[in-house]
């Protein structure tokens, strides 16, 4: 594997390929819920907006991996059928 090719697993979550990103990001979820529960009893009269602009991120961060990641498979199938062709 060369260095610039990116896998789904890896600590540093900027070496990740764009599967591994959105499943890293499917698994804060649960951290997203237990944090919206929890915010009330920290922030007082301003949880909601907290909790609304926390999963907003969460969403938009979902679309845009997993947009990414099926461009991402999209263009690597392409790739392996040119490579393919050339045989």
Do not use: A
Not at 1 to 22: A, L, P, T, V
Not at 46 to 52: G, H, N, R
Not at 53 to 73: A, D, H, N, S
């Amino acid at each position: 594997m060369s260095k610039n090719q990116k896998r789904d697993k890896s600590i540093i979550y900027w070496n990740m390929n764009y599967r591994g990103k959105f499943k890293r990001t499917l698994w804060f979820i649960p951290i997203v819920i237990v944090l919206c529960f929890l915010t009330p009893y920290f922030m007082g009269g301003f949880w909601l907006f907290y909790d609304v602009i926390l999963i907003v991120i969460l969403i938009g961060q979902l679309v845009y991996t997993y947009q990414k990641m099926k461009l991402e498979e999209s263009e690597k199938t392409q790739h392996k059928q040119e490579n393919k062709d050339k045989r």
